[in-house]
């Protein structure tokens, strides 16, 4: 293997501290558990000195099981009677042992030093749930009573179209109460006067739309008729500005209704000229100059509103700590802060907790938020925590061993909470500084060569890193297996019918004809290919079944369309058993419509079209004429 080297130093240099960046499929986690088998093997930690961090409960789950799993294999295989008896105390140990989520560590901490946390010792920890369910108490509260009067902030939004404002205003507690701990006021941008912008933009867009009249064909032009949308746009507002003058909170909103209407800025037309002595590439790029225009408006704006939205919520904040306060609970964010508070600000449970511990075990720290890392780094390092926490460029290094991180930064895309990249990058940057090492397994255990070269080919042009740490540099993932030499293992599929109107290729079109080319490649796999499949408790090769495909989608809804039923379809056409996992389209498929309609007629017999429905459905399936 080409990481070889790496994994012999993960396995034997247990006194150096190590960041490990392994993509999936690399045996991250095998290497994380062989370290700390060793460490239990030579004796130079007990069980009780590990800490091991993953962000899921089920995570952490299978992290024990495959322990225990090797500490059975290292007991079996003990060379000598004191090793065997440090794999029987780790055995003993596994069950208590600190392996699980950062957050349950936090309140395990919590609850040992509870006096100079200053929480209940029997302390109880909200689930999301209750926790979304008392954001939602308190901001109804404060909802009704600012909605006669309501803050500049509030009204903007209130005036915005499309989906409920109290819904985006909901949305936006519950956010800050995610990050109530970065309680600073917001700054508003420098100079933006909101009206004034509005003015300008109107002039502007009355002059862009003005455009429409002078095609040579205004009817048949598409540029011109999206440009038609625009002038009407003006026109109506200049309707009802010489009844009512000029509301700059509603036109806000209709600016950015106008900046998301497709229709005014998708077409380009054809043809050089567009009207007498007008060029085509002249009103494009005027009518580009107005996106611009209402993009920067619109980006500032947006900017403005946030902070004043920051300090116009901030009741809402304050509501939900009463209610948590009056009922002695904490959510996971108040675990995080109150273990920060307590490792940081208390010397002396700091140097009695870092005694305590051996060896701290993150496992994908790309999905640490600050409050994780410096909880993990203050315990992990020997020296003085600094008036600027342990983010900062002068906090202490990691005691030599004591630290052991494995992750890929490619994943922090999906930003876990509140993780993001450029933390990651910023922590191995202070750490490398720091004489930290960074080993990289490249070897990827699951896909065969010929799929690992097309993912590469893939993704390193995109992923290059960038100098912020706002992006993760790409590394390339080297062969295991072997290839299939009687078979592909990247197919291409062919679309059927590609081409819509005028004979171009169209994404609606594609979309309509590929699920149907996909039931068939999967029917065609199962039975005629002849291809098999190792099974995975024998080794013996097996033919295909229908639990060996998977198809995965980016989305299960797009322009409010249901994108997994027409593959459903498909493969049910073709009486191939399929299981549907994950989204909400299962709500739309026919079984679920008609228990649904069954058991609203059950509890509104009065809602005559339920009833109807029921009795004409699947259940009873009574004609017209028996009802």
Request: proline share 5%.
């Amino acid at each position: 293997m080409i990481d070889a080297e790496a994994r012999r130093r993960i396995a034997e240099d247990l006194d150096a501290t190590f960041v490990v960046e392994a993509a999936a499929g690399t045996g991250k986690t095998t290497a994380l558990i062989g370290r700390m088998v060793a460490l239990l093997r030579t004796g130079a930690a007990r069980l009780e000195e590990i800490v091991a961090v993953t962000f899921t409960e089920k995570a952490a789950g299978e992290m024990k099981l495959r322990l225990r799993e090797e500490l059975e294999r290292g007991l079996a295989g003990a060379a000598d009677a004191e090793e065997r008896a440090r794999f029987v105390a780790a055995l003993a140990a596994l069950e208590t042992a600190r392996i699980g989520t950062i957050h349950s560590f936090c309140a395990d901490l919590l609850r040992e030093h509870p006096v100079e946390a200053g929480v209940d010792p029997a302390l109880e920890v909200i689930s999301e749930a209750q926790e979304g369910a008392l954001v939602g108490r308190a901001f109804r509260s404060w909802l009704e009573r600012r909605l006669a009067d309501p803050p500049e902030g509030v009204r903007r939004v209130l005036r915005r179209r499309g989906g409920a404002p109290s819904e985006l205003l909901a949305r936006a507690c519950r956010d800050l109460v995610q990050r109530r701990d970065h309680d600073h006021p917001w700054r508003r941008p420098e100079g933006f006067d909101r009206d004034a912008r509005i003015d300008a933009l109107v002039e502007e867009v009355r002059s862009v739309g003005a455009l429409a009249e002078l095609a040579r064909d205004p009817h048949r032009d598409y540029l011109a008729r999206n440009l038609a949308r625009i002038a009407r746009f003006v026109a109506e507002l200049d309707g009802r500005e010489r009844v009512r003058g000029r509301d700059y909170d509603g036109l806000e909103a209709e600016l950015l209704a106008l900046r998301r209407d497709r229709d005014c800025w998708k077409h380009k037309g054809f043809g050089d000229r567009y009207g007498e002595g007008l060029m085509r590439a002249d009103v494009l790029s005027r009518r580009d100059a107005l996106a611009a225009s209402l993009d920067d408006f619109l980006a500032r704006s947006g900017e403005d509103l946030g902070a004043l939205l920051h300090a116009d919520l901030q009741p809402v904040v304050e509501a939900y700590e009463g209610l948590k306060a009056r009922t002695g609970t904490l959510d996971f964010l108040d675990l995080l802060i109150r273990a920060r508070d307590l490792i940081v600000g208390d010397a002396a449970v700091r140097e009695e907790l870092r005694g305590g511990v051996r060896c701290i075990f993150v496992d994908e720290f790309q999905d640490t938020d600050p409050l994780q890392a410096e909880i993990l780094l203050a315990l992990a390092s020997d020296g003085p925590v600094p008036d600027a926490g342990m983010l900062s460029d002068d906090a202490p290094p990691p005691a030599p061993g004591k630290l052991f991180l494995v992750g890929d930064p490619k994943q922090s895309i999906y930003r876990f909470r509140r993780a993001e990249v450029a933390l990651y990058e910023s922590i191995k940057r202070r750490l490398v500084g720091q004489g930290v090492e960074v080993l990289t397994l490249s070897t990827s255990f699951r896909a065969r060569p010929r799929i690992q070269r097309a993912i590469n080919a893939s993704f390193a042009p995109l992923m290059q890193g960038a100098a912020d740490g706002s992006q993760a540099s790409y590394v390339p993932l080297a062969p295991h297996r072997e290839d299939d030499a009687s078979r592909p293992a990247v197919i291409a599929l062919p679309v059927p019918r590609p081409y819509g109107r005028y004979g171009k290729i169209y994404k609606g079109s594609v979309a309509e004809s590929v699920p149907d080319a996909v039931g068939a490649l999967v029917d065609w796999l199962l039975t005629r290919s002849g291809w098999t499949i190792p099974d995975l408790e024998t080794g013996e090769a097996r033919a295909l079944t229908s639990r060996d495909v998977c198809l995965l989608f980016r989305s299960t809804k797009g322009w409010g369309a249901n994108l997994v039923a027409p593959y459903a379809r498909a493969l049910e056409a073709r009486a191939i058993p399929h299981v549907l996992v994950g989204g909400r389209t299962v709500h739309d498929r026919e079984e679920i419509l008609a228990v649904a309609t069954a058991l609203r007629a059950i509890e509104h017999l009065g809602d005559a079209l339920s009833v109807y429905g029921a009795l004409r459905g699947p259940f009873f399936a009574l004609s017209d004429e028996q009802l």
